[in-house]
């Protein structure tokens, strides 16, 4: 039973923190972005990076290696989303044989997380090279409230459904 409620906790919040890269990040369909008020991926990187060098106080010069290196995790993250998105599709449409495929693609989840943890402090090492912590500190704080006004914007109307649906 333990290991059930681990695993619905697990998937939820890949699935959670994937939800940036799922709704921003994909440039396949920009008609039906369009047509449900989403931005393309260029337009969200854009704002972000725009909104985050405003709110940090980035000077010029530290805004062109910054934003290099803080595009460059940024990429890599979306690579490892959307190799675990890939495997969770396919477990979802098709299915998986057994247990033990369940169970294989479960911790490669969870070394998602790992991988991902181990990037992040890769990068703030390296960002910690081109700004002081103090203004990395900003930028990490900019992207929060950046994230928090992005899924406000967009995720309002999905809000109003879910509570048309669930009075």
Sequence with gaps: MNIKKYTLALFF???FIG????????NERP????????MSRKEFMEKRSNFIVRESGLSNEETKT???VWDELHQKQMEINNK??????????????????YRELINQMSESKI??????KEYM?????????KKLFKVLGAEMKF???IFKQYGHESGKRRAEMNP
């Design 84 to 101: 675990i998105g890939d495997l969770i599709d396919k477990a979802t449409k098709d299915g998986l044989a057994n247990e033990t495929e």
């Design 147 to 149: 994230r928090r006004r």
């Design 66 to 68: 910054f934003l290099s």
């Design 125 to 133: 090492d390296k960002m910690l090279q081109v700004i002081s912590a």
């Design 13 to 15: 919040s890949v699935l």
């Design 31 to 38: 008609c039906k972005q369009r047509d449900r008020g989403l």
């Design 115 to 120: 991988d991902k943890a181990n990037l992040d």
């Design 19 to 26: 939800i940036p890269t799922s709704l921003f990040s994909q």
